[in-house]
């Protein structure tokens, strides 16, 4: 009896210790959302110099957006400080000289907010580290004598927005 009582409580002994060595898991979920986001940066449009009478001058610039991949955006750019979309105006102090924005070298298009006859330029990103590069083409028309220009260093500033 003793043998069985010994083989029983030996039993007993190893079965609690399965009974604690037991395991068991669990899973949790892992999410992000990641949001659109847009950056925009642009050069200078710096236009030779100007002599009325001696022909149109035309220079460009670029604008360069960053979106997160597969982002749609639209550029646009706005009349400036002292003009519309229609009619651009650099100044010096008074006086005021005429150009235009373009969004290819023909000149065909006025690249604008899209009011009027003006166009937008559309895109989709390509990742935040990848910059997509517009040319902005500008023309001062060689209309100088109409707009009784006089010599000075002319000026504007153009604001681009990026809506996404």
Do not use: E, H
């Not at 043998?3 to 898991?25: D, E, F, H, N, W």
């Not at 050069?43 to 991949?69: M, R």
């Amino acid at each position: 009896m003793r043998k069985i009582l010994s083989a029983t409580l030996a039993a007993c002994v190893m079965t609690a210790g399965v009974a604690q060595a037991g395991t068991t898991t669990t899973t949790f979920a892992v999410t992000a959302t990641v949001n659109s986001t847009c950056s925009t940066t642009a050069t200078a449009l710096a236009f030779p110099a100007y002599t009325p009478g001696g022909g149109a001058v035309i220079q460009s610039s670029t604008v360069s957006v960053k979106c997160t991949k597969n982002t749609p955006y639209t550029v646009l750019l706005n009349g400036g400080v002292g003009g519309t979309v229609a009619q651009r105006l650099m100044s010096a102090g008074a006086n005021t000289l005429q150009y235009q924005l373009y969004t290819t070298a023909a000149l065909a298009s006025v690249w604008g907010d899209g009011t009027g006859s003006s166009v937008t330029q559309a895109g989709t990103g390509s990742g935040v580290a990848t910059a997509n590069t517009l040319t902005v083409f500008g023309q001062v028309p060689d209309n100088a004598f109409n707009q009784a220009v006089v010599p000075a260093a002319y000026t504007d500033t153009i604001t681009v927005t990026v809506n996404y």
